[in-house]
């Protein structure tokens, strides 16, 4: 004979009929699937068709076992980690004994799409599964960026459970409580920590060791509580712990060696005003010698800056003078090394002849194009670099380099391809300077540019400047190697020395033009894909009011 509870359980089920309970389910927003006693899928809401990426139908998985339907997953590649990419099949056998077992627990599952699932399992009475997937993704991420925000905490930090089980800690709590032999781990009981540490010599109380951690024991189950105690190498550590609302811990270490230590000289000094009076003498006087020592600093650091710009000023000098004593001997290289190739004077008997005249000729037309730049570099150093600034078109200038540098883009099989407008885009800059710059640019973005590549060249008005983009398809540059890209000498890493040689001048002296012409230069480059350099320069006044238009 039914009770009352069981007529009022059957009414129940009676007005909320099977059909309405899975409309419900499906409004769920976390994935429910049930597994008979053979482990083969009889239901799944709808929910579950979003679980993992693969999932077209639910209707297709039924019938379905577990183990079938987890290794379609790893299939696919969504589950994330070493073992799931490499040991599929490993990594299957230790889910199925994890799912077997029917852990009452919850367990998480990481997907290869960054997404974060939380497991729950639970038996049927007939001996089937019921099992919810949670998605856990931003709760996850908000546990990140915490154990991030408590990575980088300069104090030592430790959260533990309820029942006073290790949940979180960062590295300088592991410095201190964990050791390589035991390092910290999540699970760990409060007291075992301790006493590890204890038993370890790291932590060291004047009192016994035992008393010490009875005490310690006594004042962690306080609601909140303060102690300190030294380690073996001398420094001393604070810990306070309070409760947080969930009725676990937090522990929070600092080190208060300079306070202990100035703690422990006062009370020697004993009173109170004595010590007040010593502290206040020993600020004075330390604060008179960090003034003395600032004041002779700044004298040594205005010396060592005179010295300096001494050294750069006979750098300078000494780099225009031997440039010019080079300059004489390698034209008559040059032209000699000319003579012999043209073979002005009468022919040469062995042709291998040629070949040393040409490799001469072109050795130094590369020694005589660095000398010139040195020229240049010290020129501008030296603050002696003058400027002619006149209108000029920089799509006519652009031109004139595109037809110097035709043909090594030829030679080497990359593309050029241009941006340029009809109208002219008149810049105030001096002519010769702003045919380098451009020069400088092109030269290299050709040189570091694979054959099958290519390089574009854009220049357009923006309002009061002239913008020339050149982006090309090249080996591009390490992002470690950007800061210093543009100082003289300075040359992009391995790959780019084996690619091309160079003096590493062209950057810099292209950047030094571009400043003295009051405009601007950027680059941004991706190892592999091709680097992106933009020049502005100042637009005269008649184009600027047609880049407003």
């Not at 603050?383 to 078109?393: F, R, W, Y």
């Not at 110097?404 to 340029?420: I, N, P, R, W, Y």
Request: glycine share 6%.
């Amino acid at each position: 004979m039914q009770n009352a509870g069981d007529r009022q359980k059957a009414s129940v089920r009676k007005s909320f009929p099977a059909a309405e309970l899975a409309v419900a389910f499906d409004c769920l927003r976390v994935a429910l699937a049930v597994f008979d006693r053979n482990d083969c899928l009889i239901y799944a809401n709808e929910q579950f068709r979003f679980l993992y990426r693969g999932i077209q139908a639910v209707e297709d998985l039924v019938g379905m076992r577990f183990d079938q339907i987890m290794r379609m997953v790893l299939a696919n590649r969504e589950i994330a980690g070493e073992l799931a990419a490499n040991k599929p099949e490993e990594w299957l056998e230790e889910f199925m004994a994890l799912h077997r077992s029917k852990p009452f627990y919850a367990y998480e599952q990481r997907l290869a799409d960054g997404r974060y699932l939380q497991v729950k399992e639970r038996p049927t009475p007939d001996g089937g599964t019921v099992i919810l997937w949670v998605d856990i993704t931003e709760m996850m991420r908000e546990r990140q960026r915490l154990e991030d925000a408590m990575q980088s905490a300069t104090e030592g930090f430790a959260l533990w459970g309820q029942s006073d089980k290790l949940i979180a800690h960062n590295d300088q709590f592991a410095r201190l409580f964990g050791s390589a032999a035991r390092p910290l781990r999540a699970g760990q009981d409060y007291a075992e920590v301790l006493r590890a540490a204890l038993a370890g010599g790291r932590v060291q109380p004047a009192q016994d060791a035992e008393a010490w951690l009875a005490e310690r024991l006594d004042y962690h189950r306080r609601p909140s509580s303060r102690a300190e105690f030294q380690l073996r190498d001398g420094r001393w550590f604070q810990m306070i712990e309070s409760r947080t609302r969930e009725g676990g811990t937090a522990s929070v270490l600092t080190d208060v060696t300079a306070l202990k230590e100035s703690e422990i000289e006062l009370r020697q000094r004993g009173k109170t005003l004595e010590r007040t009076v010593h502290e206040l003498e020993m600020v004075q006087v330390k604060t008179e010698e960090q003034a003395t020592m600032l004041a002779t600093m700044a004298e040594e650091l205005d010396v060592a800056r005179r010295e300096a710009e001494q050294v750069s000023a006979y750098k300078t000098s000494f780099l225009r003078s031997i440039t010019h004593e080079l300059r004489t001997p390698l034209n008559a290289i040059i032209g000699f090394s000319e003579m012999i190739q043209t073979q002005a004077l009468g022919k040469v008997g062995n042709p291998r002849y040629m070949e040393y005249a040409e490799l001469v000729r072109s050795s130094g037309l590369h020694l005589l194009s660095l000398i010139n730049q040195l020229l240049d570099l010290s020129r501008i150093e030296a603050g002696k670099m003058e400027l002619a600034i006149e209108p000029n078109d920089l799509v006519e200038i652009v031109r004139y380099c595109l037809g110097m540098l035709d043909d090594s883009a030829t030679k080497g099989k990359v593309a050029l391809e241009l941006d340029l407008p009809a109208s002219p885009v008149t810049v105030g800059a001096d002519l010769l300077a702003a045919r380098q710059i451009v020069l400088n640019l092109l030269s290299n973005a050709i040189k570091f540019t694979e054959a099958g590549g290519y390089v574009r060249i854009v220049v357009q008005p923006e309002h009061e400047k002239a913008r020339l983009t050149i982006k090309d398809t090249g080996v591009g540059i390490p992002e470690e190697d950007l800061p210093r890209l543009m100082q003289p000498f300075a040359q992009a890493g391995d790959i780019l020395t084996r690619r091309a040689q160079g003096s590493g001048l062209g950057l810099a002296i292209a950047r030094a033009l571009v400043e003295l012409h009051g405009g601007q230069i950027e680059i941004e480059s991706e190892l592999g894909i091709g680097t992106t350099v933009s020049v502005t320069l100042p637009l005269i006044q008649g184009d600027r009011s047609a880049a407003a238009d």
